[in-house]
């Protein structure tokens, strides 16, 4: 485990610019989204999308299963790092942190929620945070900080912090393409629910510039055609296909992230002082997936946990689980490994974060 570790930070090292030594221009760091980026707030509401038990985590600090959906850190926690803020982002309803970790990193995503309110109630009726729920406790947020700070350093934390947002895949996933022909699927074309989902992440985006935030990342969607669980079931419908992604997801994810960036143009030149931009990751991942041996992958197409196919949450407690997850693009049917996590984070600060520094 503790070679893992140490392997990871060698890693970390080599895939970050050498300028990246914290330049201390950026105070804080806030996250917004879905299980890509969730640090463990599902691990204190009453919801059944949660990962707080082994083998999730079993490459962190510890070893600790502490909510992340994956075997280790979270690209958001490499990005943390790499801006010289915590290792690791906590999250927002851990009660064991306070407003003094919270002023330098904040996560307040949750897993298994989306930019449509109706996401979030999918599973159980209001069983994960919707997106303006995530929206107010950032406000509240911006009020503790404002009393621990004082009103004045706490408009420049608010103002100089990196804000990532990052969700989507589960609008699509979970909900549209999950209840075929009832909700979502029957009141739109998948085009029109694609600038449905853009008109609400730009809503959100107006949101938290009111508060005050300036530098904002929104990250598009990965080839989630390939996310193991989809591949499993396009395989399934189409056994001799040769274990496809399904294309038509892959789809709409660039047509969504075509629709998300036009959006992060016109804010740019609508909102005065506002350093909006765009997190291209689908054209990364869907390289790894493609030519995973040129990055130090060897498996791409399943992920590490149990079979690899559909299995996510307790299943992954099998004993097929694979023993080095450094080998995998994915850990379980839908979350990558922390290695992938990584890569993700470096090529996005490389591209677009690297103009916050
Ligand atoms: C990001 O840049 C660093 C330094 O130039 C480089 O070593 C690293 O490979 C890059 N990361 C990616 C994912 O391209
Ligand atoms: C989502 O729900 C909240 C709370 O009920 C509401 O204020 C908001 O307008 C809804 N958003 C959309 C896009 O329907
Ligand atoms: C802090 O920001 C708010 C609005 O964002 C502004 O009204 C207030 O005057 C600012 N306070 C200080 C001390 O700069």
């Known amino acids: 485990m503790a070679a893992r570790l140490i392997a990871i930070g060698c890693l970390l090292l ?7 030594a914290g330049t201390g221009k950026t105070p804080a760091i806030v996250i917004f989204g879905d ?6 707030n599902n691990n204190f509401i009453n919801t059944p999308a949660k990962c707080n038990y082994e083998p999730y985590g079993r490459d962190f600090e510890g070893g600790k299963p502490t909510g992340r959906f994956s075997n280790g850190r979270l690209a958001t926690d490499f990005i943390s790092q790499a801006f010289s803020l915590l290792p690791a982002v906590p999250a927002y309803l851990d009660p064991a942190y306070t407003i003094k970790d919270f002023a330098v990193a ?27 729920k995530e929206l ?14 004082g009103e004045e350093r706490a408009n420049e934390t608010i103002r100089e912090a990196l804000y990532i947002i990052s969700m989507g895949a589960n609008d699509f996933l979970e909900n549209y393409y999950a209840l075929p022909g009832r ?45 193991p669980l989809e591949r499993a079931v ?42 909006l931009v765009y997190g291209n990751i689908y054209d ?18 399943v992920g590490c946990c149990s079979n690899g196919l559909v299995e996510m949450g307790y299943m992954c407690r099998s004993p097929l689980t694979c023993w ?15 290695k992938m996590n990584l890569l993700l984070a470096s090529h996005t600060i490389n591209t677009t974060l690297s103009s916050f520094m």
């Open 183 to 227: 909700g979502r699927s029957s009141e739109f074309t998948a085009g029109e629910y694609e600038s449905f989902l853009v008109g609400i992440a730009e809503g959100f985006v107006r949101e938290v510039y009111g508060v005050g935030a300036r530098k904002i990342d929104v990250t598009g969607l990965p080839p989630m055609g390939c996310l």
């Open 14 to 20: 080599h895939l970050l610019p050498p300028h990246f």
């Open 136 to 149: 107010e406790f950032f406000k509240e947020y911006a009020a503790k900080l404002k009393s621990y700070q």
């Open 324 to 338: 080095d997850a450094n080998q995998y693009v994915f850990w379980d049917a839908l979350h990558p490994t922390q």
């Open 284 to 301: 990364i991942f869907d390289d790894v997936i493609k030519n995973p041996t040129s990055y130090g992958f060897e498996v791409a197409e």
């Open 106 to 132: 904040v996560c307040f995503a949750s897993a298994a929620t989306g930019y449509d309110n109706a996401t979030s109630d999918v599973m159980v009726q209001n069983s994960v945070i919707p997106l303006w």
């Open 35 to 40: 299980s890509s980026v969730d640090s463990g």
């Open 234 to 275: 396009e395989n399934f419908r189409r056994p001799f296909a040769g274990g496809r992604c399904n294309e038509e997801y892959n789809g709409v994810a660039r047509e969504f992230n075509g629709k998300l960036e036009k959006m992060v143009g016109k804010l740019s030149l609508e909102l005065p002082e506002i350093r």
